[in-house]
T-cell receptor, first 113, second 116 residues
């Protein structure tokens, strides 16, 4: 069984500040982990994913995430927030990239000018 | 990159009518497609797994007679919401698994259904 927990349904940061969105997972098999961003009334856009190999994954728009097996975490970070980063962010886990996804409840990111 | 389309992007229908949503993989074949549902301000919940040429597998609590899924070709899956009611109003998102070897999954842009 697989599940995802996103701590903090709402996160606010100042423009230029560090963004940290938390994701913890549970998986009975080696997990594949994903971060997606969703803008209002739009579909999901893949930010980054971890499958195998290097545990620090770099994605689009300056985001990165680190897979920490010992902590069962896959937190998303960005060194400097931009106004355009304001959106809903979802962490997801699957058994492999083509299998069904299990999504977290999402974190709404607000960027304060 | 691989593209998945959904049609329509939004639809408004009257209570009691049926609505069909299409999910197409545009540049790859997909033996498996997934249908998700997202209520406002909530996460995506898997409704069913659609397999080409066979019956869909529904998640617990999802009425298969209400949400009819047809995956008649390697590039098209349809979700029909039968006898729609206002509580069916939601954002429906599909994803398609590339069966051509990469086994990647790609999400469609979603369909906003409003039942009045």
């Amino acid at each position: 069984a697989q599940s995802v927990t996103q701590l903090g349904s709402h996160v606010s940061v100042s423009e230029g500040a560090l963004v940290l969105l938390r994701c913890n997972y549970s998986s009975s098999v080696p997990p594949y982990l994903f971060w997606y961003v969703q803008y209002p009334n739009q579909g999901l856009q893949l930010l980054l994913k971890y499958t195998t190999g290097a545990t620090l994954v770099k994605g689009i728009n300056g985001f990165e995430a680190e897979f920490k097996k010992s902590e069962t975490s896959f937190h998303l970070t960005k060194p400097s927030a931009h106004m355009s980063d304001a959106a809903e962010y979802f962490c997801a886990v699957s058994a492999f990239t083509g299998n069904q996804f299990y999504f977290g409840t999402g974190t709404s990111l607000t960027v304060i000018p | 990159g691989a593209v998945v389309s959904q049609h329509p992007s939004w639809v408004i229908c009257k209570s009691g009518t049926s609505v069909k949503i299409e999910c197409r993989s545009l540049d790859f074949q997909a033996t498996t497609m997934f249908w998700y549902r997202q209520f406002p301000k909530q996460s995506l919940m898997l409704m069913a797994t659609s397999n080409e040429g066979s019956k869909a597998t529904y998640e617990q609590g999802v009425e298969k007679d209400k949400f009819l899924i047809n995956h008649a070709s390697l590039t098209l899956s349809t979700l029909t919401v039968t006898s729609a009611h206002p509580e069916d109003s939601s954002f429906y998102i599909c994803s398609a698994r590339d069966s051509g070897g990469r086994n990647e999954q790609y999400f469609g842009p979603g369909t906003r259904l409003t039942v009045t």
